[in-house]
């Protein structure tokens, strides 16, 4: 590789939770120093980019993406003492943090949304969206028919006016108005500091909806049964998002050079993204798309049956080419399965039942890919779903009890929604990270988080899997060091890219060439299925299963079996 690539060419990413990762302190929540005491674990794990979900002053009504004070940490993780210890002890065993900045809200409990509330004539007024609603006969109706992300009209009225505030997400995170030049250096200040204090970067939340419609006129596509409009289009990727980035990159992110990845979430192409992350003229270096996150039918699928929930292999494919087609001679990009936003991975493509070879397989297509991988916390180990009884198990996550209500005004009963919640809610990859078989599965002396997945006490922790030679840790770990080496990183940035059998409907393989040709394998089915392979192997790097089935230029690939192999 050229000596002048960026740190992130040969990095391995790793998403930390901090609510549910470790207890230092006993109270019963994750926290910064229990993320201090796991520094060596990730050392030893072979990743070197840490972004941590939002660790800054919080009502926690969004966990955290509710932000109350951006220059103070959150007194349940900690304190700046200990952020400044985290940033020293990660840095001393070469981990960079970047840290989670959400910019497109504050919590309605931050200063300037409360001044905006208390003086209308104030400057922090002019950092939200305040219009007023429309009084038809003696009814007060919010200005316009947008729905936002977590089921509910986007409009919070603000009592005892007719004045209502924006929020795409829930009431308690107020948008703030990023075409007011103040607004924004307020936060170009908030960035410095953090900078200044250390941190590699920043993982711009929701950064796709910086800038909304204007007019905010009503939306005309079809309305849910409230009126509501799910028009994303009215607050996602718009135009004026680039020019924010670019100024943000200007006065911030190109002076201190910073490392910066962006959430644009599902409504955004390869080709628009590119605006925001080509190596050239983008602002920031990557950004996150939910494209591969959702191939499996669950989304949305509470009237199905488990019978039509499986993972469209085809689909995965086309995704993930889409995205590699328009980014590798262009741009620098993230791999993830998952993140605190998405049910377990392991649950989604992967099998309970095979959770050791599937767990492995998925590790491997991910590793491997074009881009900068990103685990998330816990599936080293194969963690899976909550297997929550009730809806209510579900509540620490506004956005999942919002789509609760929704869903019982509708008429679903609750065995109903638990079904699907099980299959969608991100409140699946926040139970407790499971350390080892002891009380609470060594997260912490209390549980005042999420419940656990008791599965900690069958081997899904990393104590007993470190033990096994033949665990999921023990693969992750090995295919990480293989995925950092440099000749190996170098195929697999640089080589060119191709799917094999593309129209295999069970297996999603890929080979790079290169100097050598490296090749991925991986069966995505708990059954047999066969795989024709005409290339010479020369090395069998890794594999899941104790021997190979090959005959006649044909693979029998049983549940989940995964290769990576040079040829
Ligand atoms: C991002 C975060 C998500 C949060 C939302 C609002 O999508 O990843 O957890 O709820 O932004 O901040």
């Given at each position: 590789m050229e000596n002048n690539a960026p740190f992130w060419n040969d990095s391995v990413g790793y998403i930390i939770y901090?609510?549910?990762?470790?207890?230092?302190?006993?109270?019963?929540v994750g926290d910064i120093p229990g993320i201090v005491s796991k520094l060596d674990y990730l050392k030893e794990l072979g990743v070197n980019l840490l972004w941590i979900c939002p660790l800054f002053?919080?009502?926690?009504?969004?966990n955290g993406y509710?932000?109350?004070?951006?220059?103070?940490?959150n007194p349940l993780y900690g304190t700046e003492e200990d952020f400044k210890k985290l940033l020293e002890e990660a840095h001393k065993r070469g981990l960079r943090i970047v840290v989670d900045f959400v910019l497109n809200h504050t919590s309605d409990e931050h200063p300037w949304f409360q001044k905006a509330l208390s003086d209308?004539?104030?400057?922090?007024?002019?950092y939200y969206f305040f219009r007023k609603g429309v009084r038809q006969g003696d009814q007060l109706l919010p200005p316009n028919n947008w729905k936002g992300?977590?089921?509910?009209?986007?409009w919070e009225n603000v009592e005892g006016t007719d004045d209502f505030y924006m929020h795409i997400?829930?009431?308690?995170m107020p948008d703030v108005d990023w075409s007011n030049p103040e607004l924004r250096q307020r936060y170009y200040e908030i960035a410095r500091h953090y900078l200044d204090m250390g941190?590699?970067?920043?993982?711009?939340?929701?950064?796709?909806?910086?800038?909304?419609?204007?007019?905010?006129a009503s939306s005309s596509l079809p309305a849910d049964e409230?009126?509501?409009?799910?028009?994303?289009s009215r607050f996602s990727?718009?135009?004026e998002v680039l020019d924010y980035l670019l100024e943000f990159k200007k006065e911030v992110l190109a002076p201190k050079h910073a490392f910066s990845i962006g959430e644009v979430g599902g409504g955004v192409s390869p080709e628009e993204a590119l605006r925001y992350?080509?190596?050239?003229?983008?602002?920031?270096?990557m950004v996150f798309n939910?494209?591969?996150?959702?191939?499996?039918?669950?989304?949305?699928?509470?009237?199905?049956?488990?019978?039509?929930?499986?993972?469209d292999v085809l689909e995965l494919k086309r995704n993930f080419m889409r995205w590699y087609d328009a980014c590798h001679e262009k741009a620098d990009m993230p791999l993830y399965w998952?993140?605190?936003?998405?049910?377990r991975v392991l649950s989604q493509y992967g099998s309970t039942k095979y959770r050791n070879e599937s767990a492995k397989a998925l590790a491997t297509i991910l590793l491997f890919f074009y881009g900068t991988p990103f685990i998330y916390n816990g599936d080293e180990i194969g963690m899976s779903n909550a297997?929550?009884?009730?809806?209510?198990?579900?509540?620490?996550d506004v956005s999942t009890k919002n789509e609760v209500l929704s869903l019982r005004a509708r008429g679903y009963s609750d065995a109903q929604i638990t079904h699907y919640l099980c299959r969608?809610?991100?409140?699946?990859?926040?139970?407790p990270m499971q350390w080892n078989h002891e009380e609470n599965a060594g997260f912490?002396?209390?549980?005042?988080v999420n419940a656990l997945?008791?599965?900690?006490?069958?081997?899904?922790?990393?104590l007993d899997q470190m033990k096994d030679p033949w665990s999921i840790i023990n693969f992750f770990q090995y295919a990480i060091l293989k995925r950092r080496e440099p000749e190996i990183n170098d195929i697999v940035l640089h080589g060119k890219l191709h799917i094999l059998d593309?129209?295999?409907?069970d297996v999603l393989a890929y080979m790079h060439e290169g100097k050598e040709n490296l090749v991925v394998i991986a069966s995505l089915r708990p059954y047999e299925t066969y795989f024709s392979f005409y290339h010479m192997i020369?090395?069998?790097?890794?594999?899941?299963?104790?021997d190979v089935l090959l005959k006649d230029h044909v693979f029998t690939l049983r549940p989940f079996e995964c290769f990576l192999l040079k040829v």
């Open positions: 901090p609510e549910t990762f470790c207890d230092g302190n006993g109270d019963g002053a919080s009502p926690m009504d969004d509710d932000v109350s004070d951006y220059y103070k940490i209308p004539s104030s400057p922090e007024r002019g992300f977590f089921s509910t009209s986007v997400f829930s009431k308690k941190v590699d970067g920043f993982r711009l939340d929701a950064l796709a909806h910086l800038a909304k419609d204007l007019s905010f409230n009126g509501l409009v799910y028009d994303t990727n718009r135009p992350c080509d190596r050239q003229s983008g602002p920031i270096n939910f494209d591969t996150a959702w191939c499996n039918g669950a989304y949305g699928s509470i009237d199905k049956n488990d019978e039509e929930i499986f993972t998952c993140n605190h936003d998405h049910p297997e929550y009884a009730k809806p209510e198990d579900f509540f620490r969608t809610s991100r409140a699946n990859a926040r139970t912490g002396k209390k549980i005042a997945n008791e599965n900690y006490k069958e081997g899904v922790n990393v593309f129209n295999h409907p020369r090395d069998v790097v890794l594999h899941n299963y104790g």
